[in-house]
């Protein structure tokens, strides 16, 4: 009865109805096979994620010949040949020389073994020289001041030596302590509890509010080295930008954490990092910095940049790797087209590759990518173009194309000059620290917390990329910081210690 009703009502219904009917259906089916890719693509990028490869460079299928999609005779066998070519670098392996050299900088304990037995009738004829690296425990000791006192003989008056200044008035902690805590947590990450059971073992019991207490006293004094590097960054002509989220105690949450976020702006041309804290990921985030700024600004896609990026002193730089994530989330989607997009985005990282190994200076550059990445940002660009017309937008291939062509002014623009990036990765690179951190120490626990950890992750950051010993650093800064006239306070960025160190070795 049921189908033969429904034969009936299709019978009643008029020719532009049933066409209609049918459209409609057809247009559901569409949806449905759509949300259905969309799913798949999905599942495959999750699973490749927790599963696959973690690396970004892409290595494309040797064998494949052909591409699927509609191309003339002559225009297929080219990309065919492209499709084949495979961006091979050569690394030379190094000749072995035997076990790598110990440092020189060391120092060295020397430990003399002569035969045993009577060597009266001999004579030496050479030595042997082994040699192993050692280590010691974190030593303890204490710094004792012992301020001698002076009495006039005229008794006019008394005199006693002066307490050089310390990083905590009336503390039992040195410089050398404070470093040792806040690189281990914040550069080593490891947290306090657990530096707290180190003390233990060497039979020092420091209860673990007095601990904290210390690194909040030491954090402070660095305030004004903070600030001085908040006022010289906004004033960099160049500057990458990204955030990462970090979860913080909120008083005013009890029982949740609230979800805030650092935002870390990096200078590439000098290697200047500062991180800053937000308890918000919304568009007034990076007004302390970004709001005056002029000059080249380098983001990934998330749309709080675009805002800064208007302003008419601004250029806006895109991320060339992530316009790479996306098309290698598409592999799964259509592998065809994906790899195409990522070889010919593979061509581009072996120009910068290359200037990189020749150690071009930026003009060089500019010119090498002129000559070599402008043809293939071309060639991508139009097939790009061509392609996005007849592709699902809801799909992971749609959605990379979106990506790519809604900004390939900013993907473009690190063609005409050769002291740009061609991606984010330099600034990605310091947020690490900040995502291991968190694998540790798990939260903040307060925003004024969050916000002093924003200093030392800056200054640990500078250090790395200068490749400076943050210990080291951070003792001397400690030491000095209280006393160093405001206007040498740059004297104690990391990136000039070893220039300080040269100098007072001489």
């Known amino acids: 009865m049921y189908f033969y009703a429904m034969q009936t009502a299709l019978e009643n219904l008029s020719k532009k109805d049933l066409l209609a009917m049918v459209s409609d259906r057809d247009r559901a089916l569409a949806e449905r096979d759509e949300k259905i890719d969309y799913l798949e693509s999905q599942l495959a990028m999750y699973r490749r994620m927790q599963f696959g490869q973690k690396r970004e460079r892409f290595e494309g299928d040797p064998n494949q010949t052909s591409l699927p999609f509609d191309a003339e005779p002559a225009a297929a066998e080219q990309q065919g040949e492209e499709i084949k070519e495979k961006i091979e670098y050569v690394r030379k392996r190094p000749n072995h020389k035997g076990r790598a050299k110990l440092p020189g900088h060391l120092p060295v304990e020397e430990i003399e073994i002569h035969p045993e037995g009577d060597l009266s009738d001999m004579v030496c004829i050479g030595k042997e020289i082994t040699e192993e690296l050692e280590c010691e425990p974190a030593k303890f000791y204490i710094k004792r001041y012992i301020r001698y006192k002076y009495a006039a003989k005229s008794g006019d008056g008394v005199k006693i030596g002066e307490l050089p200044e310390r990083v905590i008035d009336k503390g039992i902690p040195g410089a050398g302590l404070l470093a040792m805590i806040l690189t281990d947590k914040y550069m080593d990450h490891l947290p306090l509890y657990r530096q707290k059971q180190r003390f233990a073992r060497e039979n020092i019991r420091i209860p673990s509010s007095t601990i904290e207490g210390w690194t909040k006293e030491a954090l402070i004094k660095l305030h004004p080295l903070y600030e001085q590097l908040v006022f010289d960054t906004k004033a960099k002509g160049y500057l990458q930008v990204d955030e990462t989220p970090i979860r913080v105690l909120d008083s005013d949450k009890k029982g949740a954490a609230h979800q805030g976020y650092y935002w870390v702006y990096h200078a590439p041309l000098d290697g200047t990092v500062l991180f800053d804290y937000s308890p918000t990921r919304g568009s007034s985030a990076p007004l302390p910095v970004l709001g005056s700024f002029r000059g080249y600004l380098q983001t990934d896609g998330y749309a709080v940049y675009g805002k800064y990026a208007r302003s008419k002193n601004v250029v806006h730089l895109a991320c060339w790797a992530h316009a790479r994530r996306e098309f290698e989330r598409a592999l799964d989607n259509d592998r065809p087209r994906a790899e195409k997009a990522l070889l010919m985005i593979q061509r581009l990282y072996a120009v910068e590759r290359r200037a990189r190994e020749e150690k071009l200076a930026a003009e060089q550059i500019k010119e090498l990518r002129l000559t070599e990445s402008l043809p293939v940002i071309n060639e991508l660009g139009k097939w790009i173009f061509e392609e996005i ?25 690190y063609l005409y000059d050769g002291n740009l990036q061609i991606d984010n990765n330099l600034c990605e690179n310091a947020l690490r620290g900040v995502a291991l951190g968190r694998k540790n120490y798990l939260f903040a626990g307060s925003h004024e917390a969050a916000q002093r950890a924003a200093m030392i992750y800056s200054f640990f950051a500078i250090c790395k990329k200068h490749e400076v010993n943050p210990f080291q650093w951070l003792k001397y800064t400690l030491e000095n910081i209280m006393t160093i006239n405001h206007k040498n306070l740059k004297n104690l960025y990391p990136q000039n210690y070893k220039k300080i160190v040269q100098q007072s070795n001489m």
Do not use: C, F, V
């Open 389 to 413: 017309k007849s592709t699902l937008p809801k799909s992971q291939i749609g959605k990379a194309m979106a990506y790519a062509y809604a900004r390939w002014d900013g993907l473009s623009a």
